[in-house]
């Protein structure tokens, strides 16, 4: 089945412990991104990978690192995590084959709260 | 800059009513645009997209026509069901500022009652 996994899917943690979110698809797909979701805000686009070892930043990257040493995954980092990162976190994948018409695929979501 | 604006929720309807959510974009270029649906629960799912001005979007009876006069993409439905309930986004790509970055609106939230 066609999916793209995220773990953990709910996770509490005190400020400035270090914490990944591991995010893998097995679709084959060049590019992958992380967003983060609050009420009233939607979606913003935390960073963005166009393949292996090339990533960008979206709108909102403070706090935050990634890294895409394999095709399939792509890790989002919270070094020092603060209460403010406390959202839910979605990451997406999707084909380049047609660049203006993304379609991309979401995973089910990590929860997380910082205290 | 980019950016989506789309109306507040949430819209509660009873079934087999008319469905309008707007959708209203800002875009230094030529935008793609896509609605996307979230279920209680779960990731966003692509419901319909439109890569260029007048073309129209279409599935699982929604549409929306991508106005490039009006910069809006409003997403419409003839006749709602309740399993239509769910939280909906309309998204930007635009590939003269960089189409590898997305612009979400805030999402509008449908309820519909039988």
């Known amino acids: 089945e066609a999916q793209v996994t995220q773990n953990p899917r709910y996770l509490i943690t005190v400020t400035g412990k270090k914490l990944t979110v591991t995010c893998s698809q097995n679709?084959?797909?060049?590019?992958m991104s992380w967003y983060r979701q609050d009420p009233g805000l939607g979606l913003r686009q935390i960073y963005y990978?166009?393949?292996?070892?090339?990533?960008d930043k979206g709108d909102v990257p403070e706090g935050y690192k990634v890294s895409r040493k394999e095709k399939r995954n792509f890790p989002l980092i919270l070094e020092s995590p603060s209460p403010n990162q406390t959202s839910l976190y979605f990451c997406?994948?999707?084909?380049?084959?047609?660049?203006?018409?993304?379609?991309?695929?979401f995973g089910p979501g990590t929860r997380l709260t910082v205290t | 800059g980019n950016s989506v604006t789309q109306m507040e929720g949430p819209v509660t309807l009873s079934e087999e009513a008319f469905l309008t959510i707007n959708c209203t974009y800002t875009?230094?270029?030529?935008?793609?645009l896509f609605w996307y649906v979230q279920y209680p629960g779960e990731g966003l799912q692509l419901l319909l997209k439109?890569?260029?001005?007048?073309d129209k979007g279409s599935n699982k009876g929604f549409e929306a026509t991508y106005r490039k006069e009006t910069t809006s993409f409003h997403l419409e439905k003839g006749s709602v069901q309740v399993s239509d309930s769910a939280v909906y986004f309309c998204?930007?790509?635009?590939?003269?500022?960089?189409?590898?970055?997305?612009?979400f609106g805030s999402g509008t939230k449908l309820n519909v009652k039988p």
């Open positions: 875009a230094t270029g030529y935008p793609s």
């Open positions: 990978s166009m393949n292996v070892e090339v990533t």
């Open positions: 679709m084959n797909h060049e590019y």
């Open positions: 439109a890569t260029k001005a007048d």
């Open positions: 998204a930007l790509s635009d590939p003269i500022y960089n189409f590898n970055k997305f612009y």
């Open positions: 997406a994948s999707s084909s380049l084959g047609l660049a203006r018409s993304y379609e991309q695929y």
